[in-house]
């Protein structure tokens, strides 16, 4: 009940801080489930920190769990539901980290519907269960375990998959959820070249791999694993399928670090 209130507490001041635009304050929220965020606000901390994040290995008690829950209408629906309520003020309402609350967050509250196709169950499972307030993510992400049922959070995860495979998609239409990621990719990439990070033929080659890889992510998502193992795994299937080559695969990693390390992309 407390934490009920308290959660209506948390996204009215989520809600105002969005409304406030970029002014409103900077993340710690006074409650032990939102930690202050300890990485350096530095290129080379949030850089570090990210990619500390995206390689985080699944604790053992979650580690190989799989979905039980069929990701059918009713599922859909009462993920819809814990969604709308619970996470649409951070993540946004197509999932894509842009909430009404995130402007002012750091680490920013991650593109869900993108990355859960790369995550495993158990990964999912894991950060919604007990979310961000310790190593390696020190982030405002909540723990949900106790504010809603197992059963409950895996409607959440067929969710937010729904939303990232063009499944689900509020307000936005069948089949954009691509181009808005691809545009999105255009135009970070176009910074990163603007910035010196990266020349542009290597802007070129990651957006093509990358390409590659939204189109095997479109078979489905992994069962299990972290995205730092999800994405060697395809980059290693890739080469073996001779789609690229391993000297391809050497340079996506080289240039998604260094992304990463400029804080241009999570
Ligand atoms: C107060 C803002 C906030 C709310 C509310 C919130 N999140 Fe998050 N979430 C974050 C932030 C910030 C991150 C990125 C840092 C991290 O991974 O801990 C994150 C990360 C995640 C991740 C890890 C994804 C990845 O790419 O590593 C998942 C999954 C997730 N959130 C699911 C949810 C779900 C489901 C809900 C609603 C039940 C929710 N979040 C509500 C802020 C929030």
């Not at 998609?169 to 910074?191: C, H, I, K, N, V």
Request: charged fraction near 15%; glycine fraction near 10%; hydrophobic fraction near 45%.
């Amino acid at each position: 009940m407390k934490l009920v209130i308290w959660l209506a507490a948390l996204v009215m001041i989520l809600a105002a801080c969005g409304a406030a635009g970029e002014t409103a304050v900077s993340t710690p929220l006074p409650t032990a489930t939102t930690p202050a965020t300890t990485q350096g606000r530095g290129m080379m901390g949030m850089g570090s920190g990210m990619m500390a994040r995206h390689n985080a290995p699944v604790p053992e008690e979650y580690a190989g769990l799989a979905n039980p829950v069929p990701a059918d209408e009713e599922s859909l629906a009462r993920g819809e539901e814990i969604y709308t309520k619970y996470c649409v003020v951070c993540h946004g309402e197509a999932g894509m980290g842009d909430g009404p609350g995130a402007a002012n967050l750091d680490p920013q509250p991650a593109p869900i519907a993108h990355t859960s196709q790369m995550l495993g169950d158990d990964y999912l499972f894991w950060r919604i269960s007990e979310g961000g307030a310790h190593d390696p993510f020190n982030s405002a992400m909540p723990a949900w375990q106790t504010a809603f049922d197992e059963n409950a959070r895996w409607d959440a995860i067929n969710y937010i998959r729904a939303l990232g495979s063009g499944q689900m998609m509020p307000g936005m239409g069948m089949g954009r959820m691509a181009d808005t990621e691809a545009a999105q990719r255009a135009a970070m990439l176009d910074q990163a070249v603007s910035e010196g990070v990266l020349t542009q033929d290597e802007a070129n080659q990651f957006d093509t791999v990358h390409a590659l890889m939204d189109s095997l992510m479109a078979a489905g998502p992994p069962a299990t694993g972290s995205m730092g193992q999800n994405q060697q795994q395809m980059l290693d299937d890739m080469v073996a399928a001779g789609t690229i080559t391993q000297a391809q695969a050497d340079a996506f990693n080289d240039i998604h670090d260094r992304l990463l390390e400029a804080g241009l992309m999570q």
